[in-house]
């Protein structure tokens, strides 16, 4: 298989792989979750603390934003990704939106997302992962009003 064929095979089932978190988190499903993410993964997210290590700790945080949503939507645009081997990265942006256990419809902030996959296995599986807004300096504040 050509150099670049093989790069696009790659390429897609990242894509494939992606889908799937939007898939499962829409569906509200940790152990679907559970299963895209390496046992080892490092998440900095856009909560505290300042990072969230292993796969435990990646789904605790994703159950806690279930219980805030009763429905819930995930959309990730402009999506990029390189593959190198049995590594990977890809950034793009994020939103998280839906309807809150008290009724109330949010579309959401957008957010920057990064992740970084490797292969083990002959699966891609997520090992780290950044959300992140960006920082007004004047005020310290995330600035969380912003499009793609």
């Known amino acids: 298989m050509a150099m670049s064929t093989q790069r696009e095979t790659e390429e897609a089932a990242i894509r494939r792989r992606i889908g799937e978190l939007v ?5 509200k499903d940790l152990d679907g979750l559970a299963g895209l993410y390496a046992e080892d993964v490092v998440s900095f997210d856009v ?3 300042l990072q969230h290590a292993g796969v435990a700790a990646k789904l605790k945080n994703w159950e806690k934003v279930f219980t805030f949503f009763r429905d819930v939507d995930y959309e990730i645009r402009d999506l990029r990704i390189t593959v190198g081997g049995d590594v990977a990265f890809g950034h793009g ?3 998280l939106s839906g309807t809150m256990t008290n009724g109330a419809a949010t579309d959401g902030m957008w957010v920057r997302a990064t992740f970084c996959l490797r292969r083990a296995g002959g699966e891609w ?5 950044q959300v992140s807004v960006p920082l007004d ?3 310290g504040r995330g600035v969380t009003d912003l499009e793609p």
């Open 23 to 27: 898939e499962r988190l829409r569906a």
């Open 47 to 49: 909560e505290p603390p």
């Open 93 to 95: 942006f994020g939103r």
């Open 125 to 129: 599986l997520i090992a780290h992962d």
């Open 137 to 139: 300096i004047a005020t």
